[in-house]
């Protein structure tokens, strides 16, 4: 019997004995797992090289037992086993990483592309987070090795003996304490393996261990019992050449990893060897317009062990968007693999990861524009927050960005100026949509005079605008309703026509509005009496005040709106009205008039208010019954 003290590097040993070394409790069974994984890929290229003999046809296998009678978790893994010199050196040094000092040994027989981590050592230690004592059962690979056997309650004293196992490998007993015993339950613990090992390239398998009771006399004719399935899978899709995988496994392999119902619209498989490895593949699913609803979810892997979900520092903010899955072995992961250092290493692999992305946009664009068009709608939220976030994207693809009109097209912004005939100079002027429903007249006066304007509806559309006009030169973005571009108007005959005196003051009476601007203009369409206009200047303005916190620190009436009724000659209600305007017997019907006119523009504009509305109401209602003749 052995005894003695561990040898603690002081500058590891203050972050574990404060139990900062895990943010998450259920780490530890990634981490003895994932060793165990660790032991066995070290055997077999240690089998390459010639340095140690293992079966043709040995099946290796990691097993998790959970006996909860006795309060113990078993974790076993037929890998290369340890000594008790090694023992000495990987788990009685805190510290000490065991992968280290393998490739330190065979650093000439081994190369890049060997999948090596191993941290055993540091790792194994977490499983004191749940346990009053831990015990490790191993046998080595080497010849002649003796099995050995250690023990430690979780201070820094502990007991190596001699052994009775016979099989190589080695099996870790944690004696499970009381904050830990919520890990007995086999439910949770498949749950926690499912989730960080669901990919280890080893089979692991679990078993419950049954409290000892009386025997059955098996009969020989019963059936034999199947095998057990292991839980994970060791060969996961994103390791594969996408050559030689098929639109069926892709989608197949989306809906077991997000569990989501939904087809994915299409994916991008990532394969990088130089100057870093990463491997993975990133789906773009079906997204809804509102921003804060989308929820991503990219997964991040080191060597097919799960380290965290959505980690920014290698994945692009934006990419956050999407669903997807990616295997890093290279990251620069601190002892616990569950946090990056901001490295170069890092910078580069979030670079490369946009450029995939920028490419796959672009092949879309140009060689399955009919595909992609199709696809723009659900793709459009991603790609603009993806524009605004990282200038680089934007640069990039640009000449890829779609706007869908309000006549169904889907064209580039070059596309678009280039049928527009809305052109001042050298600038050019993009006339856009917020709300197809409220500016549907507008809309209605566009189609009739043949011109177009691009669908912006969303949230997001408003600071990608912004964006836009900052990096395209000579383009003006107007809302629809913001102005009345030549085009809608019949200039010459307005041209004859002068504005009526006192049309204006009157309409501010009636409304009781004496910041309300009338003009009377002749539209070429004939079916819209009037239309309310908000300078674009004006609601940029308040939308800014809204941002942030809805101006309740601004100035009193800095950003009121400042509407322009404007009143079309051509429609023959505002041709009898401009008639009867000076008639004082007519006074009660021009304010009838006046006031229908405002409201039916203002339904147009924006939603009404309550009593506004109600008062539209009334009034339609007695201008019915006038019509009909029981006015009087």
Same mark, same amino acid.
């Given at each position: 019997m052995e005894k003695g003290n561990l040898s603690i590097h002081s500058e590891n040993i203050l972050p574990i004995i404060k139990k900062w070394l895990y943010s998450d409790m259920d780490i530890f069974v990634r981490e003895l797992v994932s060793n165990g994984s660790d032991a066995i890929t070290k055997l077999k290229k240690l089998s390459d090289m010639g340095d140690a003999v293992i079966a043709a046809d040995e099946e290796f296998f990691i097993k998790v037992w959970v006996d909860k009678a006795n309060k113990q978790l078993i974790f076993e893994d037929n890998g290369l086993g340890m000594t008790a010199d090694e023992i000495k050196e990987y788990i009685n040094q805190i510290a000490f990483s065991g992968a280290n000092d393998f490739m330190?040994?065979?650093?000439?027989?081994?190369?890049?592309?060997?999948?090596?981590?191993?941290?055993?050592? =540091?790792?194994?230690?977490?499983?004191?987070?749940?346990?009053?004592?831990?015990?490790?059962?191993?046998?080595?690979?080497?010849?002649?090795?003796?099995?050995?056997?250690?023990?430690?309650?979780?201070?820094?004293?502990?007991?190596?003996?001699?052994?009775?196992?016979?099989?190589?490998?080695?099996?870790?007993?944690?004696?499970?304490?009381?904050?830990?015993?919520?890990?007995?339950?086999?439910?949770?613990?498949?749950?926690?393996?499912?989730?960080?090992?669901?990919?280890?390239?080893?089979?692991i398998f679990i078993e419950e261990i049954a409290e000892v009771k009386e025997v059955d006399v098996i009969d020989e004719a019963d059936e034999p019992a199947e095998p057990p399935k292991p839980i994970n899978d060791t060969a996961p899709l994103w390791l594969k050449s996408a050559n030689d995988c098929t639109d069926e496994e892709y989608k197949a392999f989306y809906h077991k990893v997000f569990t989501d119902f939904n087809e994915p619209l299409f994916w991008i498989h990532l394969n990088m060897d130089y100057p870093f490895r990463l491997k993975g593949i990133l789906y773009f699913p079906k997204m809804k317009h509102d921003l804060e609803y989308i929820e991503g979810q990219v997964?991040?892997?080191?060597?097919?062990?799960?380290?965290?979900?959505?980690?920014?520092?290698?994945?692009?903010?934006?990419?956050?968007?999407?669903?997807?899955?990616?295997?890093?072995?290279?990251?620069?992961?601190?002892?616990?693999?569950?946090?990056? *250092?901001?490295?170069?290493?890092?910078?580069?692999?979030?670079?490369?990861?946009?450029?995939?992305?920028?490419?796959? =946009?672009?092949?879309?664009?140009?060689?399955?524009?009919?595909?992609?068009?199709?696809?723009?709608?659900?793709?459009?939220?991603?790609?603009?927050?993806?524009?605004?976030?990282?200038?680089?994207?934007?640069?990039?693809?640009?000449?890829?960005?779609?706007?869908?009109?309000?006549?169904?097209?889907?064209?580039?912004?070059?596309?678009?100026?280039?049928?527009?005939?809305?052109?001042?100079?050298?600038?050019?002027?993009?006339?856009?949509?917020?709300?197809?429903?409220?500016?549907? *007249?507008?809309?209605?006066?566009?189609?009739?005079?043949?011109?177009?304007?691009?669908?912006?509806?969303?949230?997001?559309?408003?600071?990608?605008?912004?964006?836009?006009?900052?990096?395209?030169?000579?383009?003006?973005?107007?809302?629809?309703?913001?102005?009345?571009?030549?085009?809608?108007?019949?200039?010459?005959?307005?041209?004859e026509q002068a504005q009526p005196d006192g049309l204006e003051a009157r309409f501010r009476e009636i409304l009781n509005n004496d910041k309300l601007k009338v003009s009377v203009e002749q539209l070429k369409s004939a079916d819209i009496s009037s239309v309310i206009l908000l300078s674009e200047q004006s609601r940029r303005m308040q939308e800014m005040s809204k941002m942030f916190g809805g101006g309740s620190q601004l100035p009193p009436g800095m950003f009121e709106e400042e509407l322009t009724l404007v009143l079309?000659?051509?429609?023959?209600l505002v041709g009898s009205l401009i008639k009867i305007m000076d008639n004082k017997e007519r006074s009660g019907d021009v304010?009838?008039?006046?006031?229908?006119?405002?409201?039916?523009?203002? =339904?147009?504009?924006?939603?009404?208010?309550?009593?506004?509305?109600?008062?539209f109401v009334k009034r339609s209602n007695r201008i019915l019954e006038m019509v009909v003749g029981g006015g009087a």
């Amino acid at each position: 019997m052995e005894k003695g003290n561990l040898s603690i590097h002081s500058e590891n040993i203050l972050p574990i004995i404060k139990k900062w070394l895990y943010s998450d409790m259920d780490i530890f069974v990634r981490e003895l797992v994932s060793n165990g994984s660790d032991a066995i890929t070290k055997l077999k290229k240690l089998s390459d090289m010639g340095d140690a003999v293992i079966a043709a046809d040995e099946e290796f296998f990691i097993k998790v037992w959970v006996d909860k009678a006795n309060k113990q978790l078993i974790f076993e893994d037929n890998g290369l086993g340890m000594t008790a010199d090694e023992i000495k050196e990987y788990i009685n040094q805190i510290a000490f990483s065991g992968a280290n000092d393998f490739m330190e040994k065979y650093k000439d027989k081994t190369d890049a592309s060997n999948d090596i981590i191993g941290h055993f050592g =540091l790792g194994f230690y977490s499983a004191f987070m749940v346990s009053d004592k831990v015990q490790i059962s191993t046998l080595s690979y080497k010849p002649d090795s003796e099995p050995a056997i250690w023990e430690c309650e979780g201070g820094i004293e502990f007991e190596m003996s001699q052994g009775d196992r016979t099989q190589r490998g080695t099996k870790i007993t944690l004696f499970i304490n009381e904050s830990g015993e919520e890990f007995l339950e086999t439910y949770k613990l498949r749950a926690i393996l499912t989730k960080y090992c669901g990919f280890i390239p080893v089979p692991i398998f679990i078993e419950e261990i049954a409290e000892v009771k009386e025997v059955d006399v098996i009969d020989e004719a019963d059936e034999p019992a199947e095998p057990p399935k292991p839980i994970n899978d060791t060969a996961p899709l994103w390791l594969k050449s996408a050559n030689d995988c098929t639109d069926e496994e892709y989608k197949a392999f989306y809906h077991k990893v997000f569990t989501d119902f939904n087809e994915p619209l299409f994916w991008i498989h990532l394969n990088m060897d130089y100057p870093f490895r990463l491997k993975g593949i990133l789906y773009f699913p079906k997204m809804k317009h509102d921003l804060e609803y989308i929820e991503g979810q990219v997964k991040l892997f080191n060597n097919q062990v799960f380290v965290a979900d959505n980690i920014k520092e290698v994945i692009p903010e934006y990419l956050l968007l999407l669903k997807g899955v990616m295997d890093c072995p290279d990251l620069p992961l601190n002892v616990s693999r569950s946090f990056l *250092q901001n490295d170069s290493t890092v910078k580069k692999m979030s670079g490369y990861i946009s450029r995939k992305v920028a490419d796959k =946009l672009n092949g879309l664009f140009k060689k399955e524009r009919e595909g992609y068009n199709a696809y723009w709608d659900d793709i459009a939220p991603f790609i603009k927050y993806g524009c605004i976030k990282e200038r680089d994207l934007y640069d990039k693809i640009k000449g890829s960005v779609l706007y869908k009109t309000i006549d169904g097209a889907y064209q580039t912004l070059e596309e678009f100026t280039a049928s527009e005939a809305a052109a001042e100079g050298e600038q050019k002027t993009v006339y856009y949509v917020s709300n197809e429903q409220l500016q549907s *007249q507008y809309i209605q006066m566009f189609k009739e005079q043949g011109l177009s304007a691009v669908l912006l509806t969303t949230n997001l559309d408003t600071p990608f605008v912004n964006y836009l006009e900052m990096y395209e030169n000579g383009i003006k973005f107007t809302r629809i309703d913001s102005d009345i571009t030549s085009a809608l108007k019949d200039e010459a005959a307005d041209s004859e026509q002068a504005q009526p005196d006192g049309l204006e003051a009157r309409f501010r009476e009636i409304l009781n509005n004496d910041k309300l601007k009338v003009s009377v203009e002749q539209l070429k369409s004939a079916d819209i009496s009037s239309v309310i206009l908000l300078s674009e200047q004006s609601r940029r303005m308040q939308e800014m005040s809204k941002m942030f916190g809805g101006g309740s620190q601004l100035p009193p009436g800095m950003f009121e709106e400042e509407l322009t009724l404007v009143l079309n000659r051509n429609h023959s209600l505002v041709g009898s009205l401009i008639k009867i305007m000076d008639n004082k017997e007519r006074s009660g019907d021009v304010e009838l008039i006046v006031e229908h006119l405002f409201d039916l523009a203002m =339904l147009s504009h924006k939603p009404m208010p309550m009593e506004q509305m109600s008062g539209f109401v009334k009034r339609s209602n007695r201008i019915l019954e006038m019509v009909v003749g029981g006015g009087a």
